[in-house]
């Protein structure tokens, strides 16, 4: 068990957290119909092709999405939310698009993404302003 | 469903029964309306997700994910019964769906 402490300014507005296991991400091109470009940026989908383990990245970020939804508890664009996967680090930094900040009322948040036995586990802390 | 015809149904029908078979490696056979997708077949959103890529493609839609999404936690679909409805729904009002009470 970790502990994971952050301290921000505003109001939490939510927290979510999700779990996926890696092998659902390493046959090639997914499933049997990839979904990829409903789900991730382009810029992930290139990030994580320059990376040892794209599979690990594909689901540490689908991870986070899902985590940010259920923080927020209610439906997003997927792709409004970003994750340029760094491995080795458990905070990572993520891009929430202008749009979806401003629908929300996001004025921060933090992600953590752990990555162990075959699966990434994200939490989302989002907060609201002061 | 007045919007679309009974073959187209029973194309999407057949074309989302037998998704399900290839994913969950089942016979076809034993997938019904009832059939549960997570307790079942063992299913989750990114096969989902694959589904409405490959409903949307071959049936020219486009629909905002976020769309499905927020029609999907109006009425969650967990049979292939609920994905059915989902899909003739999608199919016949593409983006418009989240205005359908199903």
């Known amino acids: 068990m970790s502990t994971w402490t952050c301290e921000r300014d505003g109001h939490l507005l939510g927290c979510g957290v999700d779990a996926e296991s890696i092998a659902r991400f390493e046959r090639p091109g997914g499933t049997a119909v990839e979904p990829w470009s409903l789900i991730f940026t382009e810029g992930e989908v290139a990030h994580t092709s320059t990376l040892d383990r794209p599979a690990v990245a594909l689901c540490a970020s689908f991870t986070v999405k899902e985590a940010v939804t259920k923080a927020l508890g209610t439906a997003i664009d997927f792709r409004d939310c970003e994750l340029l996967f760094s491995p080795g680090r458990d905070e990572q930094d993520v891009r929430l698009s202008t749009g979806l900040r401003d629908e929300h009322g996001i004025a921060g948040w933090t992600v953590r993404v752990t990555v162990d036995d075959g699966e990434c586990v994200a939490t989302a802390l989002l907060f609201g302003r002061s | ?102």
């Open chain 2, 1 to 102: 469903m007045p919007g679309i015809d009974e073959a187209t149904r029973t194309e999407i029908r057949d074309l989302v029964v037998q998704f399900f078979a290839d994913e969950c490696d089942v016979e076809p056979d034993s997938i019904t309306d009832e059939t549960h997708i997570i307790e079942e077949l063992e299913g989750d959103s990114l096969m989902l997700l694959s589904l409405l890529r490959k409903i949307c493609t071959d049936y020219s839609i486009t629909i905002e994910l976020k769309t499905l999404g927020k029609h999907l936690m109006k009425k969650p679909a967990n049979t292939i019964g609920d994905i059915l409805t989902l899909t003739f729904a999608l199919v016949e009002h593409g983006d418009g769906i989240v205005n359908v009470d199903l």
